[in-house]
Nanobody, 130 residues
Framework: QVHLVESGGGLVQAGGSLRLSCAASGRTFDVYAMGWFRQAPGKEREFVAAIMWSGGSTYYADSVRGRFTISRDKGKNTVYLQMNSLNTEDTAVYYC???????????????????????WGQGTQVTVSS
């Protein structure tokens, strides 16, 4: 019942930047957190970043910490991923995801996996050229 639509992907040269957006609609009143995952060709989907909806605490994969910034606009039900200093290893389809009404212990134990997330967007392609 929550619909997520990503946008902002595209082709960029190494060292460049992109900003991804994910707009949520529908049943959004019990959102606990939102996150970004990515999947490169031939690889499994991996965690990128997450943000808690109420307090705004952020979580990052080691591979993107210091380069990517996740943020949210609660009034617009939108989450963003600002990606700087992109390299070819960042090439992937990027998916946003929403976790609904999680308990804190479950979140801290599993936020970097797909398990806590109940809804997923369709994905947006990010291609970084060398």
């Amino acid at each position: 019942q929550v619909h997520l639509v990503e946008s902002g992907g595209g082709l960029v040269q190494a060292g460049g930047s992109l900003r991804l957006s994910c707009a949520a609609s529908g049943r959004t009143f019990d959102v606990y957190a939102m996150g970004w995952f990515r999947q490169a060709p031939g690889k499994e989907r991996e965690f990128v970043a997450a943000i808690m909806w109420s307090g705004g605490s952020t979580y990052y994969a080691d591979s993107v910490r210091g380069r990517f910034t996740i943020s949210r606009d609660k009034g617009k039900n939108t989450v963003y991923l600002q990606m700087n200093s992109l390299n070819t290893e960042d090439t992937a389809v990027y998916y946003c995801a929403e976790a609904s009404d999680e308990d804190e212990r479950t979140w801290f134990r599993l936020y970097f996996t797909a398990s806590p997330y109940d809804y997923w967007g369709q994905g947006t392609q990010v291609t970084v050229s060398s």
